[in-house]
């Protein structure tokens, strides 16, 4: 049994993460999901703690439980830390090290893999600054970029570049991690 940590962006992909981690659990894994506060506007925090059998952790104050971090403990106990979906905001923190969330926070206290599944609008993702962001993303140790989608319809009404992958390669990613 593997330790996935599940983090959670505000994009309309975010529902799928729901699904991920349901998947995950029935295959034996524990999971903890790591919102965003900008993605419980698209997902509840209720689904996803039923889901993964495990409190959803978001603002600093969901971690008071106990006197250690909980982002701080859980980037501890990761054997992967799959963003699902990834926003451009969160990316870009990423890529430069902000960590105004509990999500940004466990990032940059992780040192398990990182696998980054984006999903936005196409003229968010072909934008040279969330480009920049994906490269140097890419370019760091134990990371990647899975996705997003080449073409499909996009949840703005676009037709194009930056729909999530599907549920079933985000789990096949994420089990290959666990055991390449
Ligand atoms: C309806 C709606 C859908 C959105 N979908 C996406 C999306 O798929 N990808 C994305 O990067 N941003 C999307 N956004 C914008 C993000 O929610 C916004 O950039 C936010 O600051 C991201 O915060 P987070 O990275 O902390 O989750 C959407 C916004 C709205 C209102």
Redesign the pocket.
């Known amino acids: 049994m593997a330790t996935v940590i599940l983090g959670v962006?505000?994009?309309?992909?975010a529902y799928k993460a729901a699904d991920v981690a349901s998947r995950l659990v029935k295959l034996g894994h524990e999971v903890h999901c790591v919102c965003?506060?900008?993605?419980l506007q698209f997902v509840t925090p209720l689904t996803l703690m039923t889901l993964s059998r495990n409190p959803v952790i978001t603002t600093f104050e969901d971690e008071t439980g106990s006197w250690v971090p909980v982002h701080i403990d859980l980037a501890q106990k990761a054997d992967v830390l799959a963003i699902v979906?990834a926003?451009?905001?969160?990316m870009a923190c990423m890529a430069q090290g902000f960590a105004p969330?509990a999500l940004t926070s466990l990032y940059l206290a992780n040192r398990a893999p990182v696998l980054i599944f984006p999903?936005?609008?196409g003229n968010?993702w072909t934008h040279p600054a969330t480009q920049k962001n994906a490269a140097i993303l890419a370019a760091r140790e134990h990371h990647r970029i899975v996705g997003p989608e080449d073409s499909g319809m996009l949840?703005c009404g676009a037709e194009g570049q930056g729909r999530l992958v599907s549920v079933d390669v985000i789990v096949e990613e994420i089990l290959h991690t666990l055991t390449p």
């Open positions: 962006c505000g994009s309309i992909a965003t506060p900008t993605a979906p926003s451009a905001n969160t969330n999903a936005m609008n968010m949840a």
